[in-house]
């Protein structure tokens, strides 16, 4: 008789993380499919990024399908956290995350925001599973990388998603020259993630340093409420720079960033920008 062995599910999660009373305005089955739903009720294992908002998550999800079990029966582990600063350390052992998998239990791996596994520490997880030869499934959901490009009417042809910028200005600013060359000689979006509290020194980055002809666009808010976009050239952007709003954490509102007009050089090149956000973060990127 072969062993039977339990399912990890990539479960996907709204993008509306942080946002004060976005479980109230937004239903979770106006944005996750019920299907998704079904899976994620019925689970009695999970790993997680956070187990409080992982229990805040099924609490929502319980409001549309029952849970299999009550939500103090149901077993949260956090991922380990990754070091921060850029230290380095070990590769973390993830082989008891799976436990349940290998008794016949499935197993639920969340993110705090979108689908997990996709720029995010649970693919670490997923990787393991699969080394393991464990059967993996990934329930459909938003992603707020796709949302943010197929509203920003930039190539979606061609693109990547490239990570952070570096913190320090000189090398911040090389990094957004090089993807501004690539992006105009390949013809290929080049997509960025930030931390909130960056966001107003990445925009002011990308105004100094990118061509007047570039093309900047701005998601903010997806899913939620109120949500925005706007795509315009740098050298609209230098010329009304507080029209990015990027969301307020504490309500379901946007705020403007303040930040100075640039005087335009007259330059133009055929790249673009796209600057996404889902609700904790934005999300950057370069054509």
Request: net charge neutral; with cysteine.
């Amino acid at each position: 008789m072969s062993e039977t062995r339990g399912t990890l599910y990539r479960v996907p999660n709204a993008l509306d993380f942080g946002i004060a009373g976005a479980d109230e305005a937004v239903p979770l089955d106006d944005v996750l499919p019920i299907g998704a739903l079904r899976v994620a009720a019925g689970l009695n294992h999970w790993v997680a990024e956070n187990a409080r908002s992982t229990r805040a998550f099924l609490k929502r999800v319980d409001r549309i399908v029952p849970l299999a079990r009550a939500l103090q029966q149901i077993e949260i582990v956090e991922l380990p956290r990754v070091p921060k600063g850029g230290k380095q350390a070990a590769a973390p052992e993830l082989g008891p995350l799976l436990a349940p998998l290998r008794t016949g239990a499935d197993l639920g791996l969340i993110s705090e925001a979108g689908l997990p596994a996709v720029a995010d520490p649970g693919a670490a997880l997923v990787q393991a599973a699969h080394a393991e030869h464990l059967p993996v499934v990934a329930l459909p959901g938003p992603s707020s990388l796709l949302l943010a490009l197929a509203a920003s009417g930039l190539n979606g042809q061609s693109f990547a998603f490239v990570g952070y910028l570096p913190v320090e200005a000189p090398a911040r600013a090389a990094r957004l020259r090089e993807l501004e060359v690539l992006s105009r000689k390949a013809r290929q979006t080049q997509l960025l993630i930030e931390t909130p509290y960056r966001n107003a020194a990445i925009l002011q980055a990308m105004l100094e340093h990118l061509q007047p002809g570039t093309r900047v666009a701005v998601s903010c808010g997806l899913t939620a409420p109120g949500a925005f976009t706007r795509t315009d050239s740098v050298a609209r952007w230098r010329s009304q720079p507080g029209t990015l709003l990027p969301i307020d954490r504490r309500s379901l509102r946007c705020s403007p960033i303040e930040s100075r007009a640039l005087q335009d050089d007259e330059v133009s090149s055929s790249g673009a920008f796209l600057a996404p956000n889902s609700a904790a973060t934005f999300f950057f990127g370069l054509m």
